[in-house]
Every structure is written in structure tokens, then in C-alpha cells.
């Protein structure tokens, strides 16, 4: 199957990678930049281009890996290059639907994962959700992923959609906490490091126990004193206050709300 990639980002150069080990024919990459175009079209060997109106009209798949305000804008022109091929977007909160109207063959291939170029995927771990407009495509798709994961789903849009916002709440925001948690030991002179022991753990017990079962600390039990204390501390940042008085309510309501017994 002749594949080309049309975006060069994380996903794309990830997604790229794990292909053609896995003996996929990643024929052409596709970015709007050339420097990112050429730097994923040199790491996996194939021609690259920076104009939708030279993508190749012989790839069988084209998986589309750009961002979300880019993607409609994208479409039309991408299809015309190969009207009879299977398109399929990998984000998360785009619905299948993006390409009615425009292609034959569409469907979505959704990696439900945190990328960065700079670090490496283990795609065993990867869960895949995948999703196509016919049953034959669909089976195409399965096939492909599973493939790279043995960890592969059918979703909807709609179950992507949560899908999505909850790894926001379980990755983006998580790691945020950390760039707060980074900031307030660097005032202080005290390396990041020292919390990754707690990090590790903090999620190594959410394997074994449900987050609500594995949640400890000030707000879980509403210690007043210690709460107030630490607003005091963080009165001279007013926004760090506000997330921090909020989140601990959050907590403490959601514990007694999963605790209560019906």
C-alpha cells in the first residue's frame, strides 16, 4: 500500500516512522514549510512537497495529519489529487463528517497519544480508534492499525470527541500542573527532579486503584488550615490562587459525590 503523509509534525513523524518499519510504502510527506517537509521526507527516505497541488496521485491512503483549523481548508484541494483513494484525518475532535461532500473513501485513524519528535513511541502501547464511512474501509483501517498496535477500537465521532477532552483533562492539564509545580520549586531553588518519585508513583497507582481511590492530600479531606495557608502563599499570583482554591473544591466535592453510597 503506497502511503503518503500530508503534514509534518509529531504524529505525522511518528506515524511515519512506525509505517515504514512495519514495511509500508510511505511515498511522498507533504508540509507547508520546507525545512519540516524535507526533515520527514530525508528521515523516511521518500519525496516531499510544500504544495497541496503536487502531492502525488498515486498514493492508495492519505492520512492527514494537521491542525484542526488547517484540516477543512485542506480537503478539497488534497481529494482532487486522487478522488478514488481512502482519506483519513488522525485528530481527535474532528468528526468523519470533514469529509463529506469532497471524498469517496474517508474515515479517521485517531493514535491516542501525547508525541513529541524528540522522544520514542512505543506503538504497542498506542491504542488506536479508528473509523470509516464503508464496512470494507473500515476493515482496511482495523487491519492497518493493528498492524502497528494491538490495542485497536471502533469509535464514533461522538465517542472521539470525549475520548478527546478527556485526555486533555488526563495529559494536557497534567503536564501543565507540573510546569506550576516546576515554577514554584524554581523560586525556591529546588530542582524539578525532586518530584519525579512522587510523579512516577502518583501515576504507577492508577493502574491498580481508580483515580478517586488513589487521591490523597489536602483537598480530598478539605483540611481548611493547610488550604488557606497555601493561598496565602500564593497571593502575589492571583491566577495560580484562584486555579488552586477551585481545583481543591472540585476535588473534594467530586470525592464525596464518587463516595457517597447510593
Given at each position: ?202 501515576a504507577r497507582k492508577v493502574h491498580h486503584l481508580s483515580p478517586v481511590e488513589a487521591q490523597t492530600g489536602p483537598a480530598c479531606r478539605y483540611d481548611v488550615n493547610v488550604i488557606e495557608r497555601h493561598l496565602e502563599m500564593l497571593a502575589s499570583e492571583p ?24
Open positions: 500500500m503506497k502511503i503518503a503523509l500530508i503534514g509534518a509534525g509529531n504524529v505525522a513523524t511518528h506515524l511515519g516512522k512506525v509505517l515504514k518499519e512495519k514495511g509500508y510504502e510511505v511515498c511522498q510527506v507533504y508540509s507547508r514549510t520546507e525545512q519540516s517537509a524535507a526533515a520527514l521526507g530525508t528521515l523516511l527516505d521518500c519525496a516531499y512537497t510544500t504544495s497541496l497541488e503536487d502531492v502525488t496521485a498515486e498514493a492508495e491512503l492519505y492520512i492527514v495529519s494537521v491542525k484542526d483549523a488547517v484540516l477543512q481548508d485542506l480537503i478539497p484541494v488534497l481529494v482532487k489529487r486522487n478522488p478514488q483513494a481512502l482519506f483519513v484525518h488522525t485528530a481527535g475532535s474532528m468528526p468523519q463528517s470533514v469529509w463529506e461532500g469532497h471524498a469517496v473513501r474517508y474515515g479517521v485513524l485517531y493514535p491516542m497519544q501525547t508525541f513529541s519528535k524528540q522522544r520514542p513511541v512505543d506503538f504497542a502501547e498506542v491504542p488506536f480508534f479508528v473509523e470509516a464511512c464503508v464496512a470494507d474501509d473500515l476493515h482496511l483501517l482495523k487491519e492497518l492499525a493493528s498492524t502497528l498496535s494491538p490495542k485497536v477500537y471502533e469509535a464514533t465521532s461522538e465517542q472521539r470527541r470525549y475520548l478527546h477532552i478527556a485526555a486533555v483533562f488526563a495529559c494536557n492539564f497534567t503536564n501543565h500542573m507540573y510546569a506550576v509545580c516546576a515554577h514554584l520549586l524554581s523560586a525556591q531553588h529546588l530542582p524539578f527532579e525532586a518530584m519525579l518519585p512522587l510523579i512516577d508513583e502518583t491566577e495560580l490562587a484562584a486555579m488552586y482554591e477551585q481545583i481543591s473544591k472540585n476535588i473534594h466535592n467530586y470525592t464525596i459525590s464518587k463516595n457517597q453510597k447510593p
